[in-house]
């Protein structure tokens, strides 16, 4: 299965796709890109980028899976059933939205909205990790019913649960929703990318963090319609 999301600016379309495996010829003449496509193609006007992510195969025994975890990740993951972490399902969409947009202030990038949101219709999942029921770490997810793609994480700001705290929940709810995901027979967990090479510290952070739930590092491409970058100025208001 594949996946489409229509944004309207204006009025203006824009297409996102998914886990293509080609492109189709009438795009040159839309707004669109294609996200995540395994195959390296040269197609007339289309600019190509290379993305790396990490891909967790589903199909393996769930032992294997938490074996191939780093020692820091399992002892954390433990820690938090211990201290009594709550994992919750199908979230709501505004809380969700009033905890990332939070994050993505105090972040300094791009808020989400409930058109965003709803533009993915049935094909996302949201999952929120709360401790002494306080919402402190949310993941939203689109799936295919083959991949689950982690797209939006955030933890809480401004809050009395320490930093240990939120990092021990965060993995916690991959773990939970890795579980949840290979129950419902998904193939893959995506981590929703890495940033390979960056000679950035909280890049090289983040990567640390991922990298601990193993994986395998695969590498795909993204593709962008001629009047892609025409659109993406004018959404931005350059």
């Known amino acids: ?27 040159i003449f839309r707004i669109v890109s294609y996200k995540q496509m395994d195959k390296k193609i040269n197609f ?8 790396y992510t990490l891909l967790i195969n589903l199909h393996s025994d ?10 820091e990740t399992r002892y954390e993951i433990r820690r938090a059933e211990r201290d009594g972490i709550k994992v919750k399902k199908n979230i709501s969409e505004i809380e969700f939205i009033n905890f990332y947009n939070k994050f ?4 300094n990038i791009y808020s989400t909205t409930m058109d965003k949101i709803k533009s993915f219709k049935e094909n996302k999942l949201i999952t929120g990790a ?8 949310a993941h939203f997810y689109i799936c295919d019913g083959n991949i689950s793609r982690l797209l939006y994480s955030a933890t809480t700001v401004n809050s009395k649960v320490s930093k240990s705290e939120i990092g ?19 193939r893959f967990y995506d981590l929703g990318g890495i940033a390979k090479d960056t000679q950035d510290d909280k890049l090289q952070g983040i990567n640390k963090f991922k990298e601990g739930f193993g994986g395998e590092l695969v590498r795909q491409y993204n593709y962008y319609s001629p009047l892609y970058s025409i659109f993406l100025k004018l959404s931005r208001g350059d």
Request: net charge positive.
């Open 1 to 27: 299965m594949i996946l489409v999301k229509r944004t309207k600016f204006k009025i203006l379309n824009y297409y996102q796709k998914w886990f293509y495996e080609n492109i189709q010829l009438f795009d």
């Open 44 to 51: 007339p006007l289309f600019k190509r980028e290379t993305f």
């Open 62 to 71: 769930i032992d294997k899976i938490l074996e191939d975890f780093s020692k």
């Open 104 to 107: 993505a202030e105090n972040k």
């Open 130 to 137: 709360y401790f002494k029921e306080e919402l402190c770490v």
């Open 168 to 186: 021990r929940a965060n993995r916690f709810l991959h773990y939970e929703d890795i579980k949840y995901f290979k129950e419902l027979g998904y």
